[in-house]
């Protein structure tokens, strides 16, 4: 029974600023050519890309009242640039696809296994 995998891609400026134009263009290229191979084979369920994480907003919930933060919760370099969300027979096809994304080759693709919450009353 297929498993849905998000492939979370992270990425940080450093990293993306050293990229030529070429290589930007390349990388948008393999992004498209992944997306239309994972859709033909019904196996992409949503992809997206995320804004730059000075437009994060971060709530915490204390004592029964939110507070708002700008920015991202972690206080890292790298930033969860994107995601890819697929439905795979197992973890090793979902690897296999987090590695023809083209941002492993600079930064790091997480594989995670979505957890299926369909039996929860809502």
């Not at 849905?4 to 993306?16: A, D, Q, R, V």
């Not at 498209?32 to 907003?57: C, H, K, M, W, Y």
């Not at 991202?72 to 696809?97: M, R, W």
């Amino acid at each position: 029974m297929p498993v849905k995998y998000m492939l979370l891609i992270y990425s940080n400026p450093e990293s993306w600023e050293s990229l030529s134009a070429e290589q930007r263009e390349g990388l948008t290229r393999a992004h498209e050519s992944l997306a239309n191979d994972l859709s033909e084979q019904g196996l992409l369920v949503s992809a997206a890309g995320l804004a730059d994480p000075i437009t994060t907003r971060t709530v915490r919930v204390q004592d029964d009242t939110a507070t708002t933060t700008d920015g991202p919760y972690a206080e890292a370099k790298e930033h969860l640039a994107g995601f890819y969300l697929v439905e795979c027979d197992n973890i090793d096809q979902a690897i296999g696809y987090a590695a023809r994304l083209p941002d492993a080759e600079y930064v790091a693709v997480e594989v995670r296994p979505v957890m299926d919450m369909s039996g929860l009353e809502m």
